[in-house]
């Protein structure tokens, strides 16, 4: 996998960059030490914990035989309602991705999954709280940079579907 501190090529954080730029979104690099816990990073980047993107991949089953994966973005004060998303999915189970299947889907390791998705086999839910603020932040595929973003233009791009699905 790619390096994630920034120090080779980081092919997901380069897709993400061209994406933005070629939508012309509204965005800034924040540069921090290495971290991907969410509480931490908010502190260092500045901003209320809230404003935070944090990125679950789950797995989804309908059934014994068929499972899809999704990628939740819920506000980074927030845990990912796992029976909301079970009864929206109208599933048997809902529940974390095997972290080597989450990082596989997202193209990065725990901590810097992005609120994109670039896998046809992951689906993208993200809580209407999102929508709230005006700007968001995540680590961008990598544990030493960030994105600031402005929600109206990753709303635009992502084209997520909007559900409850966060809880405190």
């Known amino acids: 996998m790619a390096d994630l501190l920034g120090v080779g090529a980081n092919p997901v ?7 933005l ?14 971290d991907g816990q969410t509480d931490r990073v908010s502190e260092m980047r500045g901003h209320p914990v809230r404003e ?8 989804v089953k309908q059934g014994k035989k068929t499972s899809k994966f999704v990628l939740a ?9 796992i029976n909301a998303i079970k009864k929206l999915f109208n599933a048997t189970y809902a529940g974390f991705a095997a ?22 086999e992951l689906g993208l839910i993200v809580d209407r709280q999102i929508a709230e603020s005006e700007w968001m932040y995540f680590n961008a595929a990598r544990l030493d940079r960030s994105l600031k973003l ?3 233009d ?6 997520p579907r909007l559900e409850s699905i966060a809880m405190s």
């Open 99 to 120: 972290t080597d299947v989450a990082e596989r889907l997202a193209g990065s390791v725990a901590g810097t999954v992005l609120p994109f998705i670039f896998k046809d």
């Open 13 to 19: 954080y380069e897709k993400l960059i061209a994406l």
């Open 21 to 34: 730029d070629a939508a012309q979104a509204k965005y800034s690099i924040l540069d921090h030490a290495p």
């Open 52 to 59: 935070a993107a944090k990125c679950i991949v789950l797995i």
């Open 154 to 159: 990753y709303l635009a791009i992502a084209k």
């Open 73 to 81: 973005v819920v506000p980074g004060n927030c845990r990912v309602d």
């Open 150 to 152: 402005a929600t109206a």
